[in-house]
């Protein structure tokens, strides 16, 4: 049974940290590209980091790069997001993904909620 299971979701002042944390089972975690994405109420959802299969390949959205850190553990089968400098365009609930060859596998999100 494939799961993926965020957490460190919350709600925060603009200018502090959250770190979310992904936990993966079902599946061969090293051999999947993870990705963290979000949606907030309205919009599409959109792509915020990914990691290639050893950590060493990132990107990141042009609106949270230098904020935002993704990391992976492929021993531990996690990934996580070090959300730094919140901003309240960051409201969103973010999801947790796992994709490679035709499988596509999704979190059930977490709420990230970031106001004064």
């Known amino acids: 049974q494939v799961q993926l299971v965020e957490s460190g979701g919350g709600s925060v002042q603009p200018g502090e940290s959250l770190r979310l944390s992904c936990a993966a089972s079902?599946?061969?975690?090293?051999?999947?590209?993870m990705s963290w994405y979000r949606q907030a109420p309205g919009k599409e959802r959109e792509l915020v980091a990914r990691?290639?299969?050893?950590?060493?390949?990132?990107n990141y959205a042009d609106s949270v790069k230098g904020r935002f850190t993704i990391s992976r553990d492929n021993g531990k089968n996690t990934v996580d997001l070090q959300m730094d400098s919140l901003k309240p365009e960051d409201t969103a609930v973010y999801y947790c993904n796992a994709q490679w060859n035709g499988n596509d596998y999704w979190g059930q999100g977490t709420q990230v909620t970031v106001s004064s």
């Open positions: 079902g599946f061969t975690f090293s051999r999947y590209i």
């Open positions: 990691s290639g299969f050893s950590g060493i390949w990132l």
